[in-house]
């Protein structure tokens, strides 16, 4: 029995697994072996390749494309017209298909439009990627990057909100009154 929605214009093909709850809209094309978590929204004119791994609540906004070889975790966010790779030197006439490499999105990270994500790295939770920021390497956990190529210019809480942190390393989300604490570049949520 089918518990998700999909807009009449979607192309499912077989073998895909589908979460329940999950909306497909316009023109979207998920591939054989996908997998999309429940209460996932995928948007008009989406492609998501095979064996692409979205977990729950993944909101994927228009035109993006997710290639194989993406994890994107829980509760992640993927702005309009973003773009995943999956393979480091392409060429037309040199066939890839086995040099695919991983790409994973960590929980609740949220990736602007237009960004640019270069296969192989890991975004870490709650980071943010601003629009139009293209990542060429790890981003760390909590981490705020913009730019091409991308540069980390401070620190987000999971409420997405700029983080400061005190002479002890000790950061308040003024919307959430969350503590996180900043040592070693590394964000901790207390």
Known sequence: MKDYFAHETAVIDTDC???NGTKIW???HLMSHCIIGEECNIGQNVVVSPHVI???NVKVQNNVSIYTGVICEDDVFLGPSMVFTNIINP???IKRNTAYQKTVVKKGASIGANATIICGNTIGEYAFI???TVV???VFPYALVVGNPSKQIGWVSEFGHTLEFNENGIGICKESNQKYQLKN???LKL
């Open 17 to 19: 697994s589908i979460g």
């Open 26 to 28: 316009h023109f979207s």
């Open 54 to 56: 979205l977990g729950k």
């Open 91 to 93: 060429r037309s006439a």
């Open 130 to 132: 601003g629009a139009g």
């Open 136 to 138: 060429t390497k790890e």
């Open 185 to 187: 570049d590394t964000v």
